[in-house]
């Protein structure tokens, strides 16, 4: 078992940056592909970015490529996610995740652990 938490939310205007940082504790985040999910208000949970166990292989949502970047840090036990070129559309409450797979999954099925999730918004 591993326990998430998120920290890095805040608030920024369009256009800024911020980096959110995912800590697992329990078992070693090595174990897990990561993931970063988000749900708006009134909206549905989606996918933004997941990494593989090594960090070699990662994928994105289509509406944060080219902007995000996800990373980890295994002997840290820490799963980043770069934010930049922010978006009043980014606004939401993002969420980590861990899945017990050596696949890189978009879909939140698989996830089997999530954080408590960090609030970010983005003014315009």
């Known amino acids: 078992q591993v326990q998430l938490v998120e920290s890095g939310g805040g608030s920024v205007q369009a256009g800024g940056s911020l980096r959110l940082s995912c800590l697992a504790s329990?078992?070693?985040?090595?174990?897990?592909?990561m993931g970063w999910f988000r749900q708006a208000p009134g909206k549905e949970r989606e996918f933004v970015a997941a990494?593989?166990?090594?960090?070699?292989?990662?994928r994105y949502a289509d509406s944060v490529k080219g902007r995000f970047t996800i990373f980890r840090d295994n002997a840290k036990n820490t799963v980043y996610l770069q934010m930049n070129s922010l978006k009043p559309e980014d606004t939401a409450v993002y969420y980590c995740a861990a899945a017990n797979t050596i696949l890189v999954v978009t879909t939140d099925a698989p996830f089997r652990y999530w954080g408590q999730g960090t609030q970010v918004t983005v003014s315009s």
């Open positions: 329990g078992r070693t985040v090595s174990s897990y592909t």
């Open positions: 990494i593989s166990r090594s960090g070699g292989s990662t």
